[in-house]
Structures are given as C-alpha cells and as structure tokens.
C-alpha cells in the first residue's frame, strides 16, 4: 500500500489466494544457486580426480619404462656375462691343451735324462775340439764358456735339460763367429814376439793381424802359427779393423785366404 492507501500491485491480473510469481521466482533463487555451486564443486572435485589419476598414470608410465630398462641392461649385461664365460671356457680349454703338451713333454725328457747328459758331455767334448783348432780368436771368453758349462755338468742341481741347452748357446754363440767381423787388441805383435797387435777375425774365413801399421800376417791353422804377409796387407787389415769396430762402414776387401 502507498500513502494514497492504493495497492502498487494492483495492476497484476492475480486472483484472490493466489501467490505472486514474483516471489515464487525469488524464493527458488537461492536454490538454484545451491544447486550450481554443487555441480560446480563436483566438478572441481572432478577434475582433482583426473589429474591425480592422470599423474598416477604418470608416475606407473614411468615406473613401468624404468623396469624396462633395467630389464634390458639386465639382459644385456647377462648376454655379455654369457660371452665373457664362453670365452673363458676356450681358454681354458687352451690352457689344459697346453698343460697337457708340457707335462707329455716333461715325461718325454724324463725318459730321455738317461741319455741326454752322455749326449751333452759328447757335444761339450766336440765345442771343446773345434775350439782348440780354431784361429786363436776371443780364446780367454771361449775357454771361460767351456770350462763353465763344464762345471755345471757335474752340479746335480742343474737337470739334464738345463745342462743340454747350455750346451746349444755355447754351440750357437760359436756359429754366430762365422757370420760377423770382429776385431781384438793383442799384446804380442804378429811374430808372436812381446808387443801390441790387432788381430782382426773375418767370419771363420781369415784371421789375420796387423802392428805398427806394416807387419801383416795371416793365422795358418796347417802350422798353427802367423804366416807373414806383404807389407801392403796391413792398409787392408786395419781398414778391416776399423769395420768391425763400427768406425767406418762395411766396404769390400782385398785379402788373402787359406785354401780350402
């Protein structure tokens, strides 16, 4: 009602009893809101939801290609394990192939001890000759050689393979004599009279000396003694000396030789 005491609803086409729309409308607002805040919460909720499942999808994903990868480094590591073992057992298979090869061998030189140390004394015997024939080259270090191979023959400490390998060096070092020059200080001169000479060695070839820079002489192994030589051979000796020394390099030479 106004202050004129007229209705300011009046107007509306209502009916006695009946309620106005209005307030109908405006009663049922606050329930609409209700309403929209609970789906809104829902919703909300909803998607909390989605995303803590998607990063426990996530988390299990990568979990999951964690376990693959340690698999595949497992199975990698035991491929390279197995490979490792394969070739161990090879060698090792070698290895007893080998161990078998000595210990047959072993049992071979046992059963030869019997007859090797005779064989070694024989082949002692025959370095101990041709030594003893050769030019009187180097004769203190080769006599040195023998005589300690000798004593080592009667040492039963040493077996009977050792004493016969001693044996082959002593009998190598005198082949290897053949095959170089070799040169030594002497202090007699080339008559074998008191004095200073250098003898010079040619393979097993000649064996030859030369003092003052004019006696020459060449070691005849018929007589066993110098023979002389002219007094143009010492220029050609002492060049020999001077290659087996390393003075000057390998050039040919003109000497003389013994009939073979």
């Avoid at 999808?57 to 490979?83: F, I, M, N, P």
């Avoid at 203190?140 to 050689?145: A, F, G, I, N, Q």
């Avoid at 020459?216 to 001077?242: F, K, M, N, Q, T």
Wanted: proline letters at 5%; charged letters at 30%; a neutral charge.
């Amino acid at each position: 009602m106004n202050k004129r005491g007229r209705n300011p609803f009046s107007w509306l086409p209502w009916k006695k009893g009946c309620v106005p729309f209005f307030v109908v409308l405006a009663l049922s607002v606050p329930a609409a809101a209700d309403e929209v805040g609970d789906a809104l919460d829902a919703s909300l909720a909803a998607q909390r939801a989605a995303r803590e499942s998607q990063q426990r999808v996530d988390q299990l994903d990568a979990e999951t290609r964690a376990l693959h990868e340690k698999r595949r480094a497992a199975e990698l590591r035991a491929l390279q394990l197995a490979d490792y073992a394969g070739q161990l057992e090879q060698e090792a298979a070698v290895e007893e192939q080998r161990r078998a090869q000595i210990e047959a061998e072993l049992k071979r030189v046992s059963a030869l001890g019997g007859e090797l140390l005779p064989l070694t004394r024989r082949m002692l015997a025959a370095l101990e000759a041709q030594v003893a024939r050769d030019p009187p080259f180097l004769l203190d270090v080769r006599r040195k050689r023998i005589s300690g191979i000798t004593a080592m023959l009667d040492d039963p400490q040493h077996s009977a393979a050792e004493k016969f390998r001693r044996v082959l060096e002593a009998w190598r070092s005198e082949a290897e004599y053949g095959n170089t020059l070799g040169a030594e200080d002497a202090p007699t001169d080339c008559t074998g009279a008191p004095g200073a000479s250098t003898r010079v060695r040619i393979g097993r070839v000649g064996f030859y000396c030369v003092a003052d820079g004019r006696q020459a002489a060449r070691w005849d192994a018929a007589s066993g003694a110098w023979a002389p030589l002219h007094e143009d051979a010492a220029a050609e000796i002492a060049r020999a000396a001077a290659m087996a020394r390393g003075r000057m390099p390998a050039e040919l030479l003109v000497l003389p030789v013994a009939k073979p």
